[in-house]
Every structure is written in C-alpha cells, then in structure tokens.
C-alpha cells in the first residue's frame, strides 16, 4: 500500500530514501557528538571520585594507625582498606578496659586533628567540584536528609 503512495510520484521512492538516511544520520550523529561524550565523562569524573575517596580513606586510616602505634606499615594500611579488617583491628584491645578507638582518642593530638581537618576538606572540594560538573536533574540529590 504504502509502495503504490511513492510509485505514483517519479521522485517518491528518492523521497523516502534520502529522509531515512537523513534521520540515520542524525541518529549516529547524535550518539558519535552528544552521547558518546558525555558518558565518558562521566565515567571519568566517576572514576576521580573513587580515587580522591580511596586515597581519604588511606590517609585517614595512616593517621589512626599512626596515633596508637607511632607509625604504619603499608601492609597494614592496604589490609585495613577492607571494612570488615578495619573494624576488627580497631575494636582489638588497646590497653586494660580500652579497645584501639579508645587508644586512637587518647593519642590525637592537634597535628593529627589538623591532617583529618585537611584530608576532610579535600575530599569536600572534590565533590564540590563533581557536583559543578554534572549535570543532576533531581533536585532530591541536593537536599540533604538524616535518616
């Protein structure tokens, strides 16, 4: 039915063709101009984020190590990189009625305080930075609730 519509028109079967290859060609266009892009980075501002939180995270457990055992290996830093490790080497006994949390508060002092405070506000400035760059359509992702 929709062959006999062109057949009439000398052009019509042209018609069709060219504006099945125009609209492809936007298609492809789009993917290769927008799409493509875009993911990308994203999944490079995703895979800063991940890093700048694994290198906190590193830093943070070097202070606490540091502050009930005066220094750290990186054995022990890589192992307790591991959630459950963290929590089973901080909640070993420390001193007589302490565990290492209560030996972590003990030994902190303003140094230590200072570099948590610096490796806070860098982890910050990332997300910050993240969050200026992508664009988010939710307005639920800005607010912030404590459950």
Do not use: C
């Not at 990308?40 to 995270?57: A, D, G």
């Not at 909640?91 to 200072?114: I, S, T």
């Not at 506000?121 to 359509?137: K, P």
């Amino acid at each position: 039915m929709v062959a006999a519509a062109f057949e009439q028109f000398s052009t019509g079967n042209q018609i069709a063709f060219d504006l099945s290859v125009g609209v492809l060609s936007a298609i492809g266009m789009f993917y290769l101009l927008v799409r493509i892009p875009e993911y990308e980075r994203k999944s490079r501002i995703k895979r800063h984020l991940q890093f700048s939180y694994q290198s906190f995270k590193r830093s943070v457990i070097q202070i606490f190590v540091g502050a009930i055992q005066g220094s750290y290996n990186t054995e022990t830093v890589d192992r307790l990189m591991e959630q459950r490790q963290f929590r089973d080497f901080f909640k070993e006994p420390y001193a007589p009625g302490q565990d290492k949390w209560h030996g972590v508060a003990n030994a902190m002092d303003e140094f230590m305080l200072r570099q948590l405070v610096i490796e806070a506000e860098v982890l910050l400035n990332q997300f910050q930075h993240a969050l200026s760059v992508v664009d988010i359509r939710d307005p639920e992702v800005f607010l912030m609730r404590l459950h």
